[in-house]
């Protein structure tokens, strides 16, 4: 018998009833903008901005939601608001829709950052 492996687990994304929580850390003043990779059990978003005046949180949320498929009013962040380690909620109606996005959007950034 041979036994199959565990699914990989995603400790970056969490499904709840009614909304999608996401580790996240920010690399402000980066020269890529977007989803890069997942490391250290959070999802990496380059933003343009620095780290001034909420700048760069607004970057993130903005790049969140467009990559969600959701407005900006449905993020929140949780946890994080003056730091690079974040902790965003995404109120949806559907939460397995979103994460299904959120995990192939972060699979392409691992892709695109193994070819560079």
């Given at each position: 018998?041979?036994?199959?492996?565990?699914?990989?687990?995603?400790?970056?994304?969490?499904?709840?009833?009614?909304?999608?929580?996401?580790?996240?850390?920010?690399?402000?003043?980066?020269?890529?903008?977007?989803?890069?990779?997942?490391?250290d059990d959070a999802l990496v978003i380059g933003l343009n901005s620095p780290p001034?005046?909420?700048?760069?949180?607004?970057?993130?949320?903005?790049?969140?939601?467009?990559?969600?498929?959701?407005?900006?009013?449905?993020?929140?962040?949780?946890?994080?608001?003056?730091?690079?380690?974040?902790?965003?909620?995404?109120?949806?109606?559907?939460?397995?829709?979103?994460s299904a996005r959120l995990i192939e959007l972060a699979g392409a950034g691992q892709?695109?950052?193994?070819?560079?």
């Amino acid at each position: 018998m041979s036994a199959q492996a565990p699914p990989p687990t995603r400790r970056w994304l969490e499904r709840r009833i009614d909304a999608v929580t996401v580790r996240v850390r920010a690399k402000p003043g980066s020269s890529r903008r977007g989803i890069i990779r997942v490391a250290d059990d959070a999802l990496v978003i380059g933003l343009n901005s620095p780290p001034e005046k909420g700048r760069a949180n607004d970057e993130l949320i903005e790049i969140l939601a467009r990559s969600a498929g959701v407005p900006r009013s449905a993020l929140r962040i949780v946890r994080g608001a003056t730091g690079r380690d974040k902790l965003i909620a995404i109120s949806a109606s559907d939460p397995d829709g979103i994460s299904a996005r959120l995990i192939e959007l972060a699979g392409a950034g691992q892709k695109q950052r193994s070819l560079v």
